[in-house]
């Protein structure tokens, strides 16, 4: 046990099943909070006084994390509400994957992000207006011009926003590029090697194509949408991973789910884990037309996973820890003693549930992630009903309460 020496706790979580990757925790373990931070993390922790919340029956994990996400809402048209879908998906952090640009990310910083109840940090686009035609049965590329893409103006908000900008993103391929193509993807590496930052590249269809994207990315960057469906899937024609995507592996190159409504295809995604090729982070790409399925949001998006052969460990890891080291934002993500006390516990209930993909296929899942309590910096959070999945399954007896 390791703990803040001579100091009282403000809350026990007892008898849970701890899961932090960062810290090498998979078991039972206590967690202590005080002043909004882990106070210890233990076997058996004497609550001295504190108020305790039982835990028994629940996975607790550090606060999740969505790395893909749309949520400059109300100013962009695909963008929705931050804290319905925080208190729907469990989620203590969103990361938004460039719904603005320089042009008017001081909107989004002033009128969501310090609105929020929920920590939102932002990519933001190359594209100097962000991602301004994207809605139900319309899409208009940002990244078509060279004359949209004006580094120089990326670079010098990044420089003044470093505190909640934590890299540069770009759609690549199909109508978001047009004619641009690779030349997008170009100049979104350079202004994200003059700050410093990695680079989040959308993959849509070809051209170009996902080999030539992936093939000129750098360690730490993201290839967002890696299980989408042919065209331009991470899979060749001989159903094996592509030569361009083991080497980017190998490399340092991180792969992300982004579900969304384009991006998840389960014969990919089964043939991708039959060979080994995982995603290092999952996240839902939740946005106006995602946001009642088949995506969903991020607490979703994990029970596909969960269902398609990842362990719940994993499924975590990928939710929490690594976003958070993928936005080097160390100080989340992990329950270590002096974290920050962002903490998510779920259940891992016995369902029915068909699970959908974005061409329509579909799989019988018999196991979904359920919220039980959310916790950012040591203060409970409210957590809003997920009728789309309740009708499936019966919630199990759990000490730690929920809904």
């Known amino acids: ?98 719904s603005a640009g320089a042009g008017n990310y001081d909107g989004f910083r002033d009128f969501v992000m310090q609105q929020s109840d929920y920590r939102i940090l932002a990519f933001l686009n190359i594209s100097f207006p962000g991602i301004f035609g ?3 049965n319309l899409f208009i590329g940002e990244a078509t011009l060279a004359e949209m893409l004006p580094v120089d103006r990326c670079i010098a908000k990044i420089e003044a926003n470093r505190d909640k900008i934590v890299g540069v993103k770009v759609r690549i391929g199909g109508p978001a590029t047009g004619r641009l193509g690779l030349g997008a993807l170009e100049l979104a590496l350079e202004a994200a090697e003059a700050v410093g930052l990695p680079l989040m590249t959308h993959i849509g269809g070809p051209p170009p194509s996902y080999a030539e994207v992936v093939a000129m990315l750098r360690p730490g960057d993201i290839l967002t949408h890696c299980y989408r469906p042919d065209p ?14 083991q080497a980017a592996r190998e490399r340092g190159v991180l792969f992300d789910i982004a579900h969304g409504m384009g991006a998840f295809g389960f014969e990919v995604a089964e043939k991708s884990l039959a060979l080994g090729f995982k995603p290092d982070l999952i996240s839902s790409d ?33 939710s929490a820890n690594a976003p958070a080291l993928a936005v080097r934002r160390p100080e989340l993500g992990h329950l270590g003693v002096g974290a920050i006390a962002d903490i998510t516990a779920l259940q891992v209930v016995d369902a029915g549930f068909t699970f959908t993909d974005v061409r329509g296929q579909t799989r019988k899942g018999d196991r979904l992630f359920h919220p039980m309590a959310v916790y950012q910096a040591g203060r409970e959070a409210e957590i809003a009903r997920r009728t789309f999945e309740e009708p499936f399954f019966h919630l199990q007896p759990c000490a730690c309460g929920g809904h």
Request: include cysteine; glycine fraction near 12%; aromatic fraction near 4%.
């Open 286 to 318: 939740v946005h106006v037309v995602s946001l009642g399925g088949p995506g969903y949001d991020l607490l979703h998006t994990m029970s596909k996973l969960l269902n398609c052969g990842m362990s719940v460990a994993e499924v975590v890891a990928a």
């Open 1 to 98: 046990m390791s703990q803040i020496q001579g100091r009282k706790y403000d809350l026990v979580l007892k008898g849970g099943h701890l899961l932090d990757a960062r810290d090498g925790i998979d078991g039972k373990r206590d967690i202590a909070i005080l002043n909004g931070k882990i106070a210890a993390v233990g076997e058996s922790l004497d609550p001295a006084g504190a108020r305790v919340r039982d835990m028994a029956g629940c996975y607790v994990m550090p606060g999740l994390i969505d790395i893909h996400t749309h949520v400059y809402h109300k100013a962009t048209s695909l963008s929705v509400d931050p804290d319905m879908i925080s208190r729907r998906s469990a989620t203590t952090t969103l990361v938004d994957a460039g």
């Open 232 to 245: 331009n899937s991470a899979l060749g024609a001989d159903g094996q991973l592509l030569p361009e995507v």
């Open 134 to 136: 994207f809605d139900h």
